[in-house]
Structure formats: C-alpha cells, structure tokens
C-alpha cells in the first residue's frame, strides 16, 4: 500500500476512533475492507492513539483565536495524524507531513480547512 493510501486510511480509522470509541485494531480493520494489513497504516493509527493527549495538547497550544471542541472532527483527525508524523514517526520529514496533511484536507474537508491546517502545522513546525 502506498504512503498516501496508508494516510488516507488511517485518517479514515481514527475518524472512526473519535466518533464511535472503537478499538484502534477493529477500526483498522473496518478500513481496510479484506485488503492486507499495512505497517505504516497500523503504526499512524495505533501511535497516534497511544500520544493522543500530548498530541491534542500541541495542537491546542497552537491554535489562535480558535477552540479545540470547535474544530471539524474531520479536521481534528487530519491534525492529529500530522502532528503524529511529525512528531514522533522518524522516517517523515516535517514537511512532508504538512503539505500530505493539507492533501487529506483538499480531498476529505473544503479549501479553508487546507489553508487553517498549513497554519495551524506551520505554527506547531516552529515550536518542535
């Protein structure tokens, strides 16, 4: 599976997380539709729940004029992911998990939300 596929997926699976509380495993699973299990895709979804308080702490710290609760569950989970990558998945560059974040928001959210996570990310780039 490619990186961006992985991506699109594991966003898709903690949607799933957020909404519905279901198990990282099952929500993995329920993306996946009977395709093969993907590395990269089980260590974004799993990772990013095993860092989600210090990764929703980042993301708070660094959003201006703009509430936490508020933000878009969609959006919200598109942050997550990147801030995941960007933290703590070694092989990403920061850039790369920006601009493939803004990617998810293009396909998955409207064009403000792509320009409001570049913002967002570039802010949390500078303070890592």
Known sequence: MK??????KSLQALYQIDISGADP??????????????????????GTVQHLEEID???K?????????????VDRNILRLAVFEMK????VPEKVAINEAIELAKQFSDDRSSKFING???????TL
């Open 3 to 8: 990186r961006r596929t992985a991506r699109e």
């Open 25 to 46: 495993a099952e929500a993995i699973e329920n993306v996946l539709d009977e395709a093969p299990v993907d590395e990269y895709l089980q260590a974004s979804v799993t």
């Open 57 to 59: 702490e980042t993301i």
């Open 61 to 73: 710290a660094n959003l201006e004029n703009w509430s936490f609760d508020r933000l878009a569950k």
């Open 88 to 91: 703590y998945a070694e092989d």
């Open 120 to 126: 967002v990310l570039s802010r949390i780039k500078q």
